[in-house]
Nanobody, 125 residues
Framework: QVQLVESGGGSVQAGGSLRLSCTAS????????MGWFRQAPGKERERVAI???????KYADSVKFRFTISRDNTKNTLYLQMNDLKPEDTAMYYC???????????????????WGQGTQVTVSS
C-alpha cells in the first residue's frame, strides 16, 4: 500500500515562511520521483517543485528562489521550505510520487501516480 502523508500547512502573513513535510512508505520512497503540487480554488493544479532520488530538482518559475525542495532519506521524508510567501501561494498543497523508471525525464514528463491528502496553505496580505 502506497502512502503519502503531508503536514506543515497553515496560515501566515505575506513574507512569512512555512515548511511542508511528506512522509512516504519505504517502498514508495526508495526509487521515486517526488514532488509538490498545489491547487487553488477555481484554478488548475500546478506543479511546484520536483526532486528525483539523485538530487536533481526543478521548480515552477513562480516559486524559484523562494521555495526549496529536499529529501531526507533517513526519514523517508520530502520537504518543501517556503520563504517569502505571497498571497498567490495560497492553495492546497499535495505531495506526489511515481517510480523513476528511465531517469530525470520520467520525473519531469510523466504523470505522478501516488498522491497525499493535501495540506492547506493560506497567505494573507
Amino acid at each position: 500500500q502506497v502512502q503519502l502523508v503531508e503536514s506543515g500547512g497553515g496560515s501566515v502573513q505575506a513574507g512569512g515562511s512555512l515548511r511542508l513535510s511528506c512522509t512516504a512508505s519505504r517502498d514508495t520512497y526508495s526509487t521515486a520521483c517526488m514532488g509538490w503540487f498545489r491547487q487553488a480554488p477555481g484554478k488548475e493544479r500546478e506543479r511546484v517543485a520536483i526532486a528525483d532520488d539523485f538530487g536533481l530538482t526543478k521548480y515552477a518559475d513562480s516559486v524559484k528562489f523562494r521555495f526549496t525542495i529536499s529529501r531526507d532519506n533517513t526519514k523517508n521524508t520530502l520537504y518543501l521550505q517556503m520563504n517569502d510567501l505571497k498571497p498567490e501561494d495560497t492553495a492546497m498543497y499535495y505531495c506526489a510520487a511515481r517510480p523513476q523508471e528511465i531517469g530525470w525525464s520520467t520525473c519531469v514528463n510523466n504523470e505522478y501516480i501516488h498522491w497525499g491528502q493535501g495540506t492547506q496553505v493560506t497567505v494573507s496580505s
